[in-house]
């Protein structure tokens, strides 16, 4: 009994991958890897999470109680219909930039692309996952940030405010895949690579990039910030135990299409969407 134990709890920690690279031991090679991850984090989401806190605190100092207050997601970007696609196109492919960023950081550092689940060996396991997480988080999220946003922790998200264009539902599908790559890539396969190659310990690892991915959802209010914060801790512990983060990504894009576009299409017709 006491020799099974510790094996179980090894397996359930240990990195799924057996050829994963090994923990850096070299003080300067360690030192550039911390600088990497400052400068990583410090131009992308790390920034994001203290911007959003800065905006949570303005929210805080007004008069006005959270519940009534706005933040939209998608907004138009110019006056012309066209340049307002084309922003809205370049803001895609910027998060699809910042999640490339991390993948070209790690495939320098050795980093196969198959040993952070981005590759096509498992498409139906990774088809399973996907639906499973959809399930599990989908609907209890969206819960959870009604119950927020009622109880008056939380701002009135309005996923779009674009206007009714042909080329709106695109754009938000866009906008939806690019906020999932962005950040599936660098808080789960990105950040937690490079924390196991730090020798930090894989509960350390989850708990550190699920308080980053609430910290950039802070502007939303309290409940964006635990709802994220609790998709972070499925979504990393997943991956540790997976592998796969093309079912991370699909199900992020997933959740995001039903809110971007969903919403744009019921707004006006639901009295309870803010």
Do not use: M
């Given at each position: 009994m006491h020799t099974s134990e510790p094996s179980v709890l090894r397996s359930w920690l240990s990195p799924p991958n057996p050829d994963?690279?090994?923990?850096?031991?070299?003080p300067r090679e360690r030192r550039a890897v911390k600088l990497e991850l400052v400068l990583v984090f410090g131009i992308t989401l790390?920034?994001?999470?203290?911007?959003?806190?800065?905006?949570l605190v303005d929210s805080l100092l007004r008069p006005v109680p959270l519940a009534q207050q706005q933040v939209q997601l998608n907004v138009p970007k110019a006056a012309a219909?066209?340049?307002?696609?084309?922003?809205?196109?370049?803001?895609?492919?910027?998060?699809?930039?910042?999640?490339?960023?991390?993948l070209y950081l790690l495939w320098r550092a050795g980093?196969?692309?198959?040993?952070?689940?981005?590759?096509?060996?498992?498409?139906?396991?990774?088809?399973?996952?996907?639906?499973?997480?959809?399930?599990?988080?989908?609907?209890?999220?969206?819960?959870?940030?009604?119950?927020?946003?009622?109880?008056?922790?939380?701002?009135?998200?309005?996923?779009?405010?674009?206007?009714?264009?042909?080329?709106?539902?695109?754009?938000?599908?866009?906008?939806?895949?690019g906020n999932a790559f962005a950040e599936e890539v660098l808080v789960i396969?990105?950040?937690?690579?490079?924390?196991?190659?730090?020798?930090?310990?894989?509960?350390?690892?989850?708990?550190?990039?699920?308080?980053?991915?609430?910290?950039?959802?802070l502007y939303q209010g309290f409940g964006g910030f635990v709802g994220n914060l609790v998709m972070g801790l499925v979504f990393g512990r997943v991956w540790q135990r997976s592998g796969r983060?093309?079912?991370?990504?699909?199900?992020?894009?997933?959740?995001?299409?039903?809110?971007?576009?969903?919403?744009?299409?019921?707004?006006g017709r639901l009295s309870w969407l803010p």
């Open positions: 994963f690279p090994a923990t850096i031991t070299d790390g920034l994001s999470g203290a911007r959003s806190l800065l905006s219909s066209l340049l307002d696609l084309l922003q809205q196109l370049l803001g895609a492919a910027q998060l699809v930039g910042w999640g490339g960023l991390g980093v196969k692309l198959r040993q952070i689940g981005l590759d096509r060996r498992k498409l139906r396991t990774d088809a399973l996952i996907t639906a499973g997480i959809a399930a599990l988080i989908g609907i209890p999220g969206l819960g959870l940030y009604f119950l927020s946003y009622h109880l008056g922790f939380s701002l009135a998200v309005q996923p779009s405010t674009l206007g009714d264009t042909w080329w709106r539902p695109v754009a938000l599908t866009l906008s939806a895949f396969g990105y950040l937690i690579t490079r924390l196991r190659q730090l020798g930090v310990r894989e509960n350390a690892s989850l708990l550190g990039a699920a308080v980053l991915r609430g910290s950039y959802h983060l093309w079912p991370l990504i699909a199900a992020h894009t997933l959740f995001d299409v039903v809110s971007f576009v969903g919403y744009s299409l019921l707004k």
